[in-house]
């Protein structure tokens, strides 16, 4: 369970209502029985739940059982995608080690806006499911244009270019590794209508930015993330 508190031993924590729901109903635990907690910095702990009131609960921290473990220093920055889309986005990059969700608005981004709250809460939920003791940062919503204005030095972007048009991610990432480049790196990946071809042509010029493939056919935007993460991870190893 993510708690949103430091952890340590004899710490006591206090849940908000939905999680007090999510523990006594969903859950069906009572006072005294043991839960296990993280909050993304002081590893996996055991804690015991000293009781429940309307809409709280409370608990007690009694001994760590992991260290915090590593992530991947691995980005995403994607155009937002309608609701059940975006979700998903969000759950399999927490999923698949992802450390920053970063929203970027490209030219053709439908819809504009952006819920971060729910986006965060997919991730809450993915990582507790995944038994991933991180929550992913979340970037801030931007123009893509501003956020590769700001780019941080020595930082790889991969372009998810659109099909046909670079070479196989596959390729691209056995090389870095082989020859020592792979470093802090992240994926874009465009939204649905694609990328707006005078973009791509700018973005692809880019010092830090490396155009990839993802195969013959032309992928759904979230289809496209979970294939690229997929390939990462095989390749580039965490
Ligand atoms: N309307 C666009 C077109 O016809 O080319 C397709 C956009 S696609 C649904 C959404 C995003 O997924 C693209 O912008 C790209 O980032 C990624 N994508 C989809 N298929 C891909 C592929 N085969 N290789 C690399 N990226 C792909």
């Not at 009781?51 to 007690?60: A, P, R």
């Not at 952006?114 to 919503?141: F, H, I, T, W």
């Not at 071809?197 to 010029?205: G, N, V």
Request: proline fraction near 7%.
């Amino acid at each position: 369970l993510y708690v949103d508190s430091p952890l340590a031993d004899g710490q006591s924590v206090g849940l908000d209502h939905e999680r007090a729901h999510f523990l006594r109903h969903v859950l069906r635990l009572d006072r005294g029985d043991p839960v296990a907690v993280f909050n993304g910095r002081d590893g996996e702990w055991r804690a015991v739940i000293d009781g429940f009131g309307k809409g709280w609960c409370s608990l007690t921290v009694t001994e760590q059982r992991r260290g915090q473990d590593t992530t991947p220093d691995l980005w995403l920055l994607f155009a937002p995608l309608k609701k059940g889309r975006i979700d998903f986005v969000a759950e399999k990059a927490t999923e698949m080690g992802v450390s920053r969700l970063w929203p970027v608005f490209t030219r053709r981004t439908d819809p504009n806006r952006v819920n971060l709250d729910r986006l965060r809460a997919n991730a809450v939920e993915a990582a507790e499911q995944c038994e991933r003791l991180s929550v992913p940062e979340m970037g801030e919503p931007m123009p893509l244009e501003r956020a590769l204005a700001g780019w941080p030095d020595g930082r790889t972007l991969y372009l998810c270019a659109e099909a046909g048009s670079a070479r196989p991610i596959a390729e691209v990432l056995r090389d870095a590794r082989q020859t020592g480049v792979a470093g802090p790196a992240a994926l874009l990946v465009g939204p649905e209508g694609g990328f707006d071809q005078s973009e791509l042509d700018e973005i692809a010029k880019l010092p830090f930015v490396v155009p990839v493939g993802l195969g013959p056919r032309i992928l759904r935007a979230d289809t496209a993330v979970v294939a690229a993460l997929a390939c990462w991870q095989s390749l580039a190893g965490d």
